[in-house]
């Protein structure tokens, strides 16, 4: 576990870098989180990966595998891979403040 501050808050991340409290998240973290990822500039079709991400982990207990991402964003798989370019579900998973899906590596 570590530990990184972000809009002013101590966050404790698992070793893979997922949230460990993921209530603890704000959208102001997410600039911070997508240039730890590699990610300069956020489009808004990042957000619309990023908030789904946020809404599937609330409503259904954890985020989308890639496969569902693809289906269920609005987002097609290979824009997913433009976007997120070290694994879509992972790499957003991270900068939405949610624990690994289910099924990623």
């Given at each position: 576990?570590?530990?990184?501050?972000l809009a002013g808050k101590d966050i404790a991340r698992t070793d893979d870098g997922f949230f460990e409290d993921p209530s603890q998240w704000t959208e102001d973290m997410v600039p911070d989180l997508a240039k730890a990822e590699g990610i300069e500039q956020l489009t808004d079709?990042?957000?619309v990966v990023i908030r789904f991400m946020r809404s599937e982990y609330l409503t259904k207990?954890?985020?989308p595998s890639v496969?569902?991402?693809g289906k269920s964003s609005g987002?097609?798989?290979?824009?997913?891979y433009e976007l997120f370019p070290k694994g879509?579900?992972?790499?957003?998973?991270?900068?939405?403040?949610i624990p690994k899906p289910i099924g990623c590596i």
């Open positions: 576990m570590s530990t990184i501050t079709r990042h957000w207990g954890s985020g496969r569902a991402l987002v097609p798989i290979k824009e997913l879509p579900a992972k790499q957003a998973a991270k900068i939405a403040g």
